[in-house]
Nanobody
Framework: QVQLEESGGGLVQTGGSLRLSCTASGSIFSINAMGWYRQAPGKQRELVASITSIGVINYGDSVKGRFTISRDNANNTVYLQMNSLKPDDTAVYHC?????????????WGQGTQVTVSS
């Protein structure tokens, strides 16, 4: 089993910055990739950014050029630096880890942290 502990988030004005952190514990050897998804009220959950164990990075179109994902393998932690925040970035941000569980692809999720961008 994998546990994900998130930190960061909060309230910020338009144009501001925030940094999210997510630390994995437990069966971390099972993890192939980590990242962040977000879900705003009334909308589907969407990819924000992800990074694989070998450093391949993927960003959602709406955050390219503004957000940066990075990974500290020694501490099993992934960071999301969010700059030039907009009100449309307001959502609950969930940490995600992808890997294998009993031989099958599996997603682990954090509880989520609220990011609110005021106009």
């Amino acid at each position: 089993q994998v546990q994900l502990e998130e930190s960061g988030g909060g309230l910020v004005q338009t144009g501001g910055s925030l940094r999210l952190s997510c630390t994995a514990s437990g069966s971390i050897f099972s993890i192939n990739a980590m990242g962040w998804y977000r879900q705003a009220p009334g909308k589907q959950r969407e990819l924000v950014a992800s990074i694989t164990s070998i450093g391949v990075i993927n960003y959602g179109d709406s955050v390219k050029g503004r957000f940066t994902i990075s990974r500290d393998n020694a501490n099993n932690t992934v960071y999301l630096q969010m700059n030039s925040l907009k009100p449309d970035d307001t959502a609950v941000y969930h940490c995600n880890a992808k890997g294998l569980r009993w031989g099958d692809d599996y997603d682990w999720w954090g509880q989520g942290t609220q990011v609110t961008v005021s106009s």
